[in-house]
C-alpha cells in the first residue's frame, strides 16, 4: 500500500496478509541550506553573531561530528556535546556506536531553520538556539543516491564554543521519521549480508541473522516474478522499538487492522517538503509484535516494492499492491507443497462478486482484505493476458506517467486494450 504520510496523509490502507508501504513524503525544495562551514566560521565562533555566522560556525560542529563517525572518532563526535550531562553524553555514545555500524559512503550534517524553543532558552539562557538540521547520507552497496532526513540540536554558547545541550527539544516539529531513524534509539546490532542489511536490538543478532537468510530467499523469488532489473539491495528494521520511523501499527477503519511490515519510501530533498522527484529507495520495517515470527512470504511482499517503488510515484494502488501480493501468492506455489488456493476461493466468492472498481485509496481503507484480494487478482489477470513482462510494462507506464486519471484511463486502454470498466468486468469474469 502507498500510504502517504505527513500532510498528504490518506489513511493507512489495511491488508489482508498484512502488508503496507508507507511513503515518507519529501521532496528538494531548497538546496540553499547545503553549504558546508568554513574553518574560519568555525574560529569566528561562539558569540550569538549574526545568524549566518552562527549557521556557518554550527555547520562546521556538525561538519566534525558527520568526519566523526566516518573516521570512527568517538571523542571528535563527543567534544561539541555538554560534558555536564552524562545522560545526553550517553545517549550520543550510543547514537556514535549505532551509525558506525552503517556503512555511510557519504553523510553530511547542516542547520537547516530555525525553531524556537522558549523553555530551552529559560533554561540556558540567550544563546540557546533549536534548530532543524538536516541528514543527508548514502550508505554504502545500499542507496543509489543519497537521501535526508532531520533531527533537531539545541546548542548555546559557553566560555566562547558552541555546546550541544539537547537533541529532542523540536522533535514535534520535524518530519515524520525524524529523529525517529533506526540509530536513533537503544544500542542496536546491524548484520550485512552483501546487499542485505539487517537492523535488530544489539541483543537480537541471531535473530537478524535469521532475517537475513529470510531476506536472502525473498529477494530471490521478486527476481523470479518481477521481470524489471532490480539489484535487491534492501534495508530491513526488525527492532522491537514501536516508533522507529515513527509507524502505526494498526490501521483502516472500523476495528482496524494490524500491520506486519511497511515499506518506508525515502527521498532525497527536504522531508518536510511534498515529494515530486521520484523516490531514492526504500527500508523495510518490521512490526516489533511479529518480528520474532516473520514469514518470509510478507517479506517478498515487501521486497516487491522496494523492486519497484524507485520507478515512479504514480502508480495507482490496486496495481502497486496487487503486484506485491501477486509475487508474493507466486512465491508461495512455487513450492508444490504450498497452495494459495483458499486466498483465491475467497477472492472469487466473497471479494469479485462486489467488485465495482479498480480499488483506491478510499476502497482499500474502508476494507483492506477485499481490495487486497481484488488487486491481487486483477495482477493475476493481468499476467494471464499480457505476461509477467506485460504486467510490469503497464505498472512502468503508470508509475512514470499515471498522473491524473485521464492519464491513468488511458494507459491502461493503450496497454490492455480495455477501459478501466472494461478491465473489471474482465477480471471478475476470470477464474484463475
Ligand atoms: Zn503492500
Given at each position: 500500500m502507498v500510504m502517504q504520510r505527513g500532510r498528504l496523509f490518506a489513511g493507512a490502507a489495511a491488508l489482508v496478509l498484512v502488508s503496507a508501504v508507507g511513503v515518507a513524503v519529501a521532496t528538494?525544495?531548497?538546496?540553499?541550506?547545503?553549504a558546508g562551514g568554513t574553518a574560519a566560521a568555525a574560529t569566528a565562533?561562539?558569540?550569538?553573531?549574526?545568524p549566518q555566522s552562527r549557521k556557518a560556525a554550527l555547520d562546521v560542529i556538525l561538519a566534525q561530528r558527520a568526519t566523526a563517525v566516518l573516521k570512527g572518532d568517538v571523542k571528535a563526535f563527543i567534544a561539541s556535546v555538554d560534558p555536564q550531562q552524562p545522560k545526553l553524553v550517553a545517549k550520543q555514545r550510543v547514537l556514535f556506536a549505532n551509525l558506525r555500524?552503517?556503512?555511510?559512503s557519504t553523510l553530511r550534517y547542516f542547520v537547516a531553520d530555525e525553531r524556537l524553543a522558549p523553555n530551552l532558552v529559560e533554561k540556558y539562557g540567550n544563546t540557546a538556539f533549536s534548530t532543524r538540521v538536516m541528514m543527508r547520507y548514502q550508505l554504502a552497496g545500499l542507496d543509489p543516491g543519497p537521501v535526508q532526513t532531520d533531527l533537531g540540536y539545541t546548542f548555546v554558547v559557553r566560555a566562547g564554543r558552541w555546546i550541544l545541550v539537547?537533541?529532542?527539544?523540536?522533535?514535534?516539529?520535524?518530519?515524520?521519521?525524524g529523529h525517529r531513524q533506526p540509530w536513533d534509539f537503544q544500542p542496536i546490532t546491524v548484520i550485512r549480508r552483501g546487499k542485505i542489511v539487517v537492523v535488530v536490538d544489539k541483543s537480537e543478532a541471531a535473530l537478524g541473522k535469521k532475517i537475513a537468510g529470510v531476506s536472502k530467499t525473498a529477494i530471490s523469488a521478486v527476481h523470479r516474478h518481477w521481470p524489471r532489473p532490480w539489484n535487491g539491495a534492501v534495508m530491513v528494521v526488525a527492532m522491537p522499538e514501536p516508533r522507529v520511523m515513527s509507524l502505526l501499527w494498526t490501521t483502516g477503519t472500523g476495528t482496524g487492522w494490524t500491520i506486519a511490515a511497511k515499506a518506508v519510501t525515502l527521498y532525497d530533498g527536504e522531508p518536510l517538503s511534498v515529494k515530486a522527484a521520484a523516490p531514492v529507495g526504500s527500508r523495510i520495517v518490521i512490526n516489533p509484535a511479529v518480528r520474532k515470527s516473520l514469514d518470509e512470504d510478507l517479506l517478498v511482499h515487501e521486497m516487491t516494492h522496494v523492486a519497484t517503488v524507485?520507478?515512479?510515484?504514480?502508480?495507482p494502488v490496486w496495481l502497486v499492491e496487487g503486484i506485491a501480493e501477486y509475487v508474493r501468492c507466486r512465491s508461495i506455489e512455487d513450492d508444490p507443497h504450498w497452495t494459495v488456493d483458499p486466498y483465491r476461493k475467497t477472492v472469487r466468492?466473497?471479494?469479485?462478486?462486489?467488485?465495482?472498481?479498480?480499488?483506491g485509496e478510499t476502497q482499500f481503507d474502508a476494507s483492506g482484505d477485499r481490495s487486497y484480494g481484488q488487486a491481487w487478482w486483477v495482477t493475476e489477470y493481468l499476467v494471464s493476458t499480457k505476461g509477467e513482462k506485460g504486467m510490469a510494462a503497464l505498472y512502468t507506464d503508470l508509475a512514470l506517467h499515471g498522473t491524473s486519471p485521464a492519464a491513468i484511463a488511458s494507459i491502461i486502454k493503450k496497454q490492455t486494450g480495455k477501459t478501466p470498466p472494461e478491465l473489471v468486468t474482465a477480471v471478475k469474469k476470470f477464474r484463475g
Open positions: 528538494r525544495s531548497d538546496n540553499s541550506a547545503t565562533g561562539a558569540k550569538a553573531g549574526s555500524q552503517f556503512q555511510f539537547a537533541d529532542d527539544a523540536i522533535d514535534q516539529t520535524l518530519s515524520d521519521d524507485p520507478i515512479g510515484v504514480h502508480a466468492t466473497k471479494y469479485l462478486p462486489s467488485m465495482k472498481v479498480l480499488p
